[in-house]
Structure formats: C-alpha cells, structure tokens
C-alpha cells in the first residue's frame, strides 16, 4: 500500500519535549566555541577532547537537527496554511540575529572599524536592513552595489562574527523545503526526489567546494552560502523524520550501541586507512565523508532519545543560539585585547558566551516568541469574530 505524506502525522517531534535536543544543539554550539578558540585564539586544549569532539562537527548537527525538526513545521503546511510556519520561522530567527547583528556593528564603531567616508546614510541603512534579511554582509553589499564599510585598521583585525553564513544557509532551506516537500503527496515518489537532490547536492559539494580561488567568484561564493551545497545533510533529517515511526525503534535508547560503532568505525579508518581525524564536511567531501556523517547521525539521532532525563532542566530554555551568534564577537575582542592562550581566557570566552546567550534568549528570543504568540492569537480572534460577523448576516 503507497503511503502518502499527508498520511503521515504532522506531529511535531518535539512536542512534549522528552528528547535531548535542546542539550544536543547545545553541544553543538559550544563544539563550534571549543574549535574556534583553538583556532583562532591558539588556546590549550587536549588531543583526546579534541579528537572525541573532532567526529561531532556543530554545523552538521544543527543542519541534521533542522532538517529533522523543519520537516514537521512543512508538513503541518497543509492542514494549517503556511502562514503559521513563516512566522515561526520569522521570530525564531530575526529578533536574535537584529539585535546580533546591531551589536556587531555597533561595536566596529566604537572600535573605529565602521567607516561612512564612502558611504553614505541613507545607503548604509539600506545595506544594514539586506544585512539583516539576508544574514549575509557579501549578498548585502553585491546587491547595492557598493564596499562594505569596515576597514578593519583600528581595534578589530577580522569582522567579530564568522559564522553567520549558517544562517543565510539555514533561511534558504526554509525556503526551500516546502518547494521539496509539497508538491508531493507520495512518500515514495517524495522518497525518490529527496535521494536525487541529495545526490545532486553532494555531487556538488565534492566537485565544487574547494579551497580555491574558484570559491571565491561570484557564482560559486554565492551558492555556497546557499542550502544547497549542505542539502545532503539537511535533507538527510527530513528522511529520518518521514520514515520515523517505523526506524525509532532502531535509535531509541540505543545511543551505546551506536557510539561504540561509530567509535570503532572511526578508529578503522584512521588506524588502517590514514583518514584524518577531523570529518571535514565543508570542502570536497568524499564517499568516506558521507558514510562517516551518516553515521555520526545515528550517534546524534539516538542520543537524542536516550537518556532523555539529561534535559529535563533545561527544556524551556535554548542556549545554543545565543551562544552561536555571539561566541565569535568574544572571540574578536579577545585578539584584540591580545589575551595569553591560557585556561583563564578559555574560562572567559565560555562564560561570557553562555551570558550572551542567556541574555539573547530571555531578553530578545522569547520576547520575540511570545510577540508571535501574541499576534498569531489577535489575528485567530479577528478571524473568529469576522466568521462570526458573517454568519450574522
């Protein structure tokens, strides 16, 4: 018998909250703080944390984790009209990247790397709102035509945020997804477009996604900052959410078994094989690549429904976006004020981090959320009394 998507429950998988996904995107925040403070700020770190944390990569997981979450939000599409999903998605992400971005600039001004010597108010203001639509200072400027303003001479050496990219990545799946998902009513058939695309975006990422000057012209940068070179593994989450009634069975409460494969299959290759500890997602993935992020899904996957008492204090509260956005403005201000590579600076890039989040999320997040709730509420009253109203006459 064919299946059909509508069939399917649009329930949404985090409902009820019994899962560790909230901590898991958590972890996958701080895994991008830990790797960045090496990185860039050459702090100490330990080869066996270090190469645990190698094989558990943040993007890919909140990429995962969107695709398996996102996908509901699109099916419910249908019952419910796509309104709903766009203002969730809207104050989701744009109450915290405004005022991340605001703050970004606000202090390259201060720190005298924001210059209005070329540019003038009217087209900064221009440039600033597409900054924030987009999330991207490149789509920004390529569109108006014009330099972007920072000159990086005074306190700053780099712009204090590299990671916004994951959000211009992350808007364009939401944009995308219903495209993928809608126009299909067959899991099968949707089943067999997924694998296709997934194919296409990873035969893309291995051919195109290099470090060269190829990435750097305008067609290529421009897709790469795009869904889809990372579809692949976006799309991999909505496989595992439309197919999840019948494989949970496979990941529930089975999170040991899952990591001492994984442990074991990354030890085989880098024992017998000479693979890199690193999974290196980004540029030219290979077959290897693919099979080892695949696996680490599972890991993630079956975590998140094992153990799921780990999360039971912080359900209601999601730091993982906060500490993502801001982590890199710390980062910045740290080099700046030449901090020594010591424990010290790794105890004040972690705690400022988590205090950034921390005030993103109850000051700005949920604000923004209950903003939502309110307005959805006021048009559902509206809607309610204009029915009423008609019925009337």
Request: overall charge positive; some cysteine.
């Amino acid at each position: 018998m064919n299946t059909s998507v509508s069939q399917l429950s649009p329930v949404n998988i985090d409902a009820g909250r019994k899962n560790n996904l909230t901590l898991l995107r958590l972890f996958a925040a701080l895994q991008v703080v830990y790797m960045h403070g090496i990185a860039w700020l050459h702090l100490p770190n330990s080869f066996i944390l270090y190469s645990v944390l190698s094989q558990f990569p943040g993007v890919p997981i909140f990429f995962f984790i969107s695709g398996f979450l996102i996908t509901s939000s699109v099916q419910s599409i249908r019952s419910r009209g796509s309104f709903k999903y766009v203002m969730n998605r809207v104050f989701r992400i744009y109450p915290g990247l405004a005022i991340n971005i605001l703050l970004l600039e606000l202090f390259m001004l201060i720190g005298g790397d924001l210059s209005f010597s070329h540019i003038s108010l009217s087209e900064y203001t221009n440039y600033l709102l597409l900054y924030i639509t987009t999330a991207s200072k490149y789509i920004s400027s390529m569109l108006l035509g014009i330099k972007e303003p920072y000159y990086y001479h005074a306190f700053f050496s780099n712009y204090p945020s590299g990671v916004l990219w994951t959000l211009t990545v992350e808007l364009t799946f939401y944009f995308l997804l219903p495209l993928i998902i809608l126009p299909f009513k067959n899991r099968k058939v949707l089943t067999f477009i997924i694998a296709i695309i997934i194919g296409c975006s990873f035969y893309y990422s291995s051919v195109y996604m290099i470090h060269s000057e190829v990435i750097t012209k305008r067609p290529y940068y421009l897709v790469s900052i795009t869904a889809f070179p990372y579809l692949w593994i976006f799309l991999a989450g909505s496989l595992f959410k439309l197919y999840w009634k019948e494989i949970k069975v496979l990941f529930e409460k089975k999170f040991i078994y899952w990591v001492i494969v994984y442990s074991f299959v990354v030890w085989l290759l880098h024992t017998f094989f000479h693979i890199g500890i690193w999974l290196p997602y980004k540029y030219q993935p290979n077959w290897i690549t693919l099979f080892r992020i695949l696996l680490m899904i599972t890991v993630v996957i079956s975590f998140s429904y094992s153990f799921t008492n780990l999360s039971k204090y912080i359900r209601d509260f999601d730091a993982s976006y906060g500490v993502y956005l801001y982590h890199m403005l710390i980062v910045g201000i740290l080099i700046s004020m030449h901090a020594k590579p010591s424990l010290t600076t790794w105890f004040v890039l972690i705690s400022m981090s988590l205090l950034a989040a921390v005030l993103s999320y109850y000051i700005v997040e949920k604000k923004g959320m209950q903003l939502k709730t309110w307005i959805m509420e006021k048009l559902s009253a509206n809607n309610l009394n204009a029915r009423k109203a008609a019925n009337a006459v």
